[in-house]
Structures are given as structure tokens and as C-alpha cells.
């Protein structure tokens, strides 16, 4: 079966839209499973197999259920204010981000913000961030001073599928690196 569009509604739900699906979020970001998929059978076929499937075989470890599966939530990638009960982690020295040509020019004047999300979202390898900006185009990839920053005092989180996150990159602590890495790493 294919899930691939029920999969992206589930994201929209979980992370930015609940009330696509008739539903609420607690604080933390969690929905009562029941009520999910009522809500999703509201407008598609669904049912409990479909949602674990969906959780299972996700690549991005995008969600969790909590440990009676009565509650499911995103790990990250919000748009709505929750708190999704991230531990403070000293970071590595380096991490990376991922992002499309098209937006270099921002960023080098602004550092990384969140724009439309909690977080910048940040990855620990260089090749996860080619990856990444390749979905934006042309793939332009950052390395973020990520052991300075904290350092300086900046707070970073790790989500449970290893996700980096932090509320802002300013520009002294990005360095550019040149396309034939980025590009390299994104093959």
C-alpha cells in the first residue's frame, strides 16, 4: 500500500495544522491516537495499522507514540508552539545545514532563522546536509560553529531521530562551504 500522501497529511496535522483533522495537540505536542484517526478517516481511508506503518517505516524518524500508543506526536519541525520535551545537549564542534542556492544570500546577511518553524534545523554530517538542501534546489551547505556557539552561550536540542536544533545561527558563526563539497556531498 502506499502511504506516501497519507504520510504527508499526517505531518501537516502533527506539526502545523491539527484542526485539518478536527483535533488538538496537548502541550507537548501529542494527539490521542483514537481521535487521529477519526479525524484522517474523515477525509481518506485510515486505520491504526496504516498509522504504524506510517511511523515504522518513516526514514526520518519524523514521529513517536508514546509507550501505550494511546499518543503520538512529531519529534520536531513544529510551526505551532509545543514544547516536545527536548533535552538541552552540548553539541558537537561543527554541525551542518543544508539550505537551497536561492537562499544563500539571506542567510549571509541574517545567519539561520526558523523562519515558519521553532527551530533551525541543523545535521551532523555534511552529506545529511547536502541531502537536505538538495530538496531546495540547487544544495548549498553551511558548517555552523556549533561548539563556539554553545560556548557563547546558545542552547542546542537533539531530537529523537538525531536532528540538531537550535533558535538561531548568527552569521560570525556560519562559514560557506564551496559547491564541489556540497555537491559531492549530496551524490
Known amino acids: 500500500m502506499n502511504l506516501t500522501n497519507t504520510s504527508k497529511y ?18 507537548h505536542g501529542w494527539a490521542n491516537v483514537t481521535e487521529l484517526i477519526r479525524g484522517i478517516q474523515k477525509s481518506r481511508h485510515f486505520n491504526l495499522e496504516m498509522l504504524e506503518e506510517i511511523v515504522r517505516t518513516d526514514q526520518k524518524q519524523r514521529y513517536s507514540f508514546n509507550d501505550d500508543h494511546s499518543l503520538i506526536r512529531a519529534n520536531q519541525g513544529h510551526s505551532i508552539p509545543v514544547d516536545v520535551e527536548l533535552p538541552v545537549v552540548e553539541p558537537p564542534e561543527i554541525l551542518w545545514h543544508g539550505t537551497g542556492l536561492k ?5 549571509d546577511r541574517t545567519g539561520l532563522i526558523p523562519k ?16 537536505v538542501g538538495s530538496r531546495h534546489g540547487k544544495p548549498v551547505v553551511y558548517k555552523v560553529y556549533s561548539g563556539r556557539m554553545a560556548s557563547d552561550g546558545y542552547v542546542f536540542y537533539r531530537s529523537v531521530n538525531g536532528v ?14 564551496d559547491s564541489e563539497n556540497t555537491e559531492n556531498s549530496s551524490a
Request: net charge negative.
Open 116 to 131: 515558519s518553524r521553532l527551530y533551525v534545523h541543523l545535521s551532523a554530517d555534511m552529506e545529511t546536509a547536502g541531502k
Open 10 to 27: 499526517l505531518s501537516l496535522v502533527l506539526r502545523h495544522k491539527p484542526e485539518a483533522a478536527g483535533i488538538t495537540l496537548d502541550e
Open 103 to 107: 537562499y544563500t544570500e539571506s542567510i
Open 164 to 177: 540538531w536544533l537550535t533558535e538561531r545561527v548568527p552569521v560570525p558563526y556560519l562559514e560557506k562551504q
